[in-house]
C-alpha cells in the first residue's frame, strides 16, 4: 500500500511554499502554456504547482555526443510536441564551452523545463568538479536559466558508484543549494534505492535534497521476469523512499526497462526478458497505475521515459537508432 497524498511541506531550508507556485495551464511548463516574448522579470507566478505535476513528464536525453544547437532544438520540440512532454532529464555529459547555454536556448524555444545534471561518471576521477563549477557559472551568467532551470541533480548514481561518502554529498547538496539560493534552483542526487541502501539509508543525503528523483530500473531485480509483472517490484522501491523521504515530490527521472542486454546492461535474475514488447509494457503499466502514482505524497510521482534514442544508450530508446519510434509510445499525463 503506497503513501497516501498530503501536501508537500516547505523545501530543506523552510523557505518555499507551494504558494509560490501557480496551477496548470498558466505556468511553465504546463502543456498549453504560452512562453513569453521575452524573459520575466521575476519568478513569481512562473512555475508550475509540483504538487499538480505527475504521470509522464519526458525524457532522458543523454549529452554525451555534445549535439548542435540545432539538433537540440529540433529533438526538444520533438519531445514537447510529439510526446506532450513537459520536461527533459539530461544524462551523461558534454564538456563543451557553453553547451549548457544551448541547453537553456532549445529548452525555452521548445518549452521545456530541465532537470539538469552535475555527472560524475564511473571512472573515479574528479572531473565533476569542474563540472559543477562550470554549470553553478551558467545558471548565474544565463538570464533564461533560472527560468528553464526545474532543479538541479547529483548524478548519476553517485551513492551506488561510490563516488563520494554519503556525508561529503549531503555537504555537496548543500553547499549548491547555497550557492542557487538567489535562483530558486532547488537540488537533488539521481539515485537508486539500493545506493541509498547499501550506504545506511544515507539520510543526511535524502535530508539535504529538495526533492526525491529516483532510478526505477526493476529490470536489474533479483525477481524481475516480465516488465507486466514488474508494479511489485516498483511499488517496494517506492514504499522505501515513501517511508524515508519525509513527504517530498519525487520523481523517477531514470526510469525505463531495456529492449536489448549490451555490456553494460545485464539482468540480475535469469527470468529477466529484454526486448521491445517489455519495453512497451513497462511503461503502459505505469499508466494503468496512474492513479496508484498520483496519490503518493509530495503531490504525485512523476516520471521520465528514459532514455530519447537508442543512439544515447541502446535498448532503451523510444526511438531506435535508424530514428524510428521501436513501439507506439503516447503516455498519460494526467488522470
Not at 543525503?205 to 526533492?211: E, I, K
Request: proline share 7%; net charge negative.
Amino acid at each position: 500500500m503506497l503513501g497516501l497524498a498530503r501536501p508537500p511541506p516547505k523545501n530543506a531550508s523552510g523557505e518555499t511554499e507551494l504558494s509560490a507556485f501557480v496551477d496548470p495551464p498558466n505556468c511553465f511548463p504546463a502543456l498549453g502554456f504560452k512562453m513569453p516574448a521575452s524573459v520575466p522579470s521575476s519568478l513569481t507566478n512562473w512555475w508550475c504547482n509540483p504538487a499538480k505535476e505527475y504521470a509522464f513528464l519526458g525524457f532522458s536525453y543523454e549529452v554525451t555526443a555534445c549535439q548542435s544547437p540545432a539538433q537540440l532544438k529540433k529533438e526538444f520540440l520533438d519531445i514537447r510536441n510529439k510526446f506532450k512532454s513537459r520536461y527533459v532529464r539530461l544524462y551523461g555529459f558534454c564538456d563543451r564551452k557553453g553547451f549548457y547555454n544551448d541547453i537553456v536556448d532549445a529548452a525555452w524555444a521548445s518549452g521545456l523545463g530541465v532537470h539538469a545534471l552535475i555527472w560524475f561518471g564511473f571512472d573515479g576521477d574528479d572531473l565533476w568538479i569542474g563540472r559543477r563549477d562550470t554549470l553553478l557559472a551558467a545558471l548565474h551568467a544565463n538570464p533564461k536559466a533560472k527560468y528553464v532551470t526545474r532543479v538541479l541533480q547529483f548524478g548519476s548514481e553517485p551513492l551506488f558508484d561510490n563516488v563520494l561518502p554519503h556525508a561529503e554529498l549531503a555537504d555537496q547538496v548543500r553547499l549548491a543549494k547555497a550557492n542557487l539560493s538567489s535562483l530558486q534552483i532547488p537540488v537533488t542526487v539521481s539515485e537508486l534505492a539500493f545506493g541509498y541502501q547499501e550506504r545506511g539509508g544515507a539520510q543526511d543525503v535524502l535530508d539535504a535534497t529538495d526533492s526525491i528523483n529516483i532510478h526505477m530500473l526493476p529490470f536489474f531485480s533479483q525477481k524481475a521476469s516480465t516488465a507486466k509483472n514488474a508494479w511489485p517490484l516498483v511499488q517496494t522501491d517506492l514504499q522505501w523512499f515513501i517511508d524515508h523521504g519525509k513527504g517530498k515530490k519525487m520523481y523517477f527521472d531514470e526510469n525505463g526497462w531495456p529492449s536489448v542486454t549490451s555490456e553494460g546492461v545485464q539482468p540480475n535474475s535469469p527470468n529477466a526478458v529484454a526486448n521491445v514488447a517489455n519495453e512497451q509494457d513497462y511503461y503502459t503499466l505505469l499508466d494503468q497505475h496512474c492513479k496508484d502514482l498520483k496519490a503518493v505524497v509530495g503531490g504525485g510521482v512523476g516520471w521520465f521515459a528514459h532514455i530519447y534514442s537508442d543512439n544515447q544508450e541502446p535498448g532503451y530508446g523510444i526511438y531506435n537508432s535508424a530514428g524510428k519510434l521501436k513501439f507506439p509510445f503516447s503516455p498519460v499525463t494526467s488522470c
